[in-house]
């Protein structure tokens, strides 16, 4: 991959699954590393498995402080070129039976966090008069709604309408705005999927398989490298077939 070396990168939810896949990506490339996530860094394993080139900031993306802190931590260590806006929850009911404080909790980190850190990471990029790559998790549930996911649909949605406009707004400035789609990925989140639907969502997937969080850390690593700088402003499925 051309271009990552060196790249100063800030990925959120890096503590596992897609985010922790991500971060060894781009560190197998040889970019430094500013990764976020709610634990306290002795309790990720990142310092092992990352032992040069990663900051840490322990934080919640959904509250001011938090986001505070990882804004001040962009602008450490020269800025930054690459923010890969992974942070996300979920917290499933129908429509009727959801509550204000369940919608309310996933519209903060999923969408909220994405817009407010994508921001922060603009204005770092713009002061730094070198462009730069914003990446943001959507997902295909996105493109057709789902049973019991009303919040994290909306959210979804909104990211891609969010890179859309953020990549009309910041292209003059370099600074391309991409999304990732994933489809069913292989994670804890994916797993709290009853056995019968996960089976049943294989079935239509002309892959046959979920996906594995490696497949999403390649999509991100390629959309901020020097190989994507005429793309932006796209959301890119990355699902096995399933949205065709």
Same mark, same amino acid.
């Given at each position: 991959?051309?271009?990552?070396?060196?790249?100063?990168?800030?990925?959120? /939810?890096?503590?596992?699954?897609?985010?922790?896949?991500?971060?060894?990506?781009?560190?197998?490339?040889?970019?430094?590393?500013? &990764?976020?996530?709610?634990?306290? &860094?002795?309790?990720?394993?990142?310092?092992?498995?990352?032992?040069?080139?990663?900051? +840490?900031?322990?934080?919640?993306?959904?509250?001011?402080?938090?986001?505070?802190?990882?804004? #001040?931590?962009?602008?450490?260590?020269?800025?930054?070129?690459?923010?890969?806006?992974?942070?996300?929850?979920?917290?499933?009911?129908?429509?009727?039976?959801?509550?204000? #404080?369940?919608?309310? #909790?996933?519209?903060?980190?999923?969408?909220?966090?994405?817009?407010?850190?994508?921001?922060?990471?603009?204005?770092?990029?713009?002061?730094?008069?070198?462009?730069?790559?914003?990446?943001?998790?959507?997902?295909?549930?996105?493109?057709?709604?789902?049973?019991?996911?009303?919040? +994290?649909?909306?959210?979804?949605?909104?990211?891609?309408?969010?890179?859309?406009?953020?990549?009309?707004?910041?292209?003059?400035?370099?600074?391309?705005?991409?999304?990732?789609?994933? /489809?069913?990925?292989?994670?804890?989140?994916?797993?709290?999927?009853?056995?019968?639907?996960?089976?049943?969502?294989?079935?239509?997937?002309?892959?046959?398989?979920?996906?594995?969080?490696?497949?999403?850390?390649?999509?991100?690593?390629?959309?901020?490298?020097?190989?994507?700088?005429?793309?932006?402003?796209?959301?890119?499925?990355?699902?096995?077939?399933?949205?065709?």
């Amino acid at each position: 991959m051309r271009g990552l070396k060196g790249k100063r990168v800030m990925i959120t /939810g890096a503590a596992g699954g897609i985010g922790l896949a991500t971060a060894q990506r781009f560190y197998d490339e040889g970019a430094t590393l500013l &990764l976020c996530d709610l634990k306290p &860094l002795d309790e990720t394993g990142l310092a092992a498995r990352f032992p040069e080139r990663m900051r +840490y900031v322990a934080a919640d993306v959904s509250s001011p402080a938090g986001l505070a802190a990882v804004d #001040a931590a962009m602008g450490e260590d020269g800025g930054l070129d690459v923010l890969v806006n992974n942070a996300g929850i979920t917290k499933d009911k129908s429509a009727l039976k959801m509550t204000d #404080a369940e919608w309310d #909790a996933v519209i903060a980190v999923n969408l909220t966090a994405v817009f407010r850190l994508a921001q922060a990471a603009a204005r770092h990029m713009k002061a730094q008069n070198r462009g730069g790559s914003i990446l943001s998790a959507a997902s295909v549930v996105a493109h057709y709604g789902n049973f019991g996911q009303a919040n +994290y649909v909306a959210t979804k949605a909104g990211v891609i309408g969010l890179t859309k406009t953020l990549a009309r707004e910041l292209g003059r400035a370099g600074i391309r705005v991409n999304a990732v789609a994933p /489809g069913f990925i292989d994670t804890p989140m994916a797993r709290k999927v009853p056995e019968a639907n996960l089976a049943s969502l294989i079935e239509r997937t002309p892959m046959a398989r979920l996906g594995n969080p490696e497949d999403i850390a390649a999509a991100y690593a390629f959309l901020a490298s020097d190989d994507a700088t005429y793309i932006t402003g796209t959301c890119l499925n990355v699902d096995g077939g399933l949205v065709m």
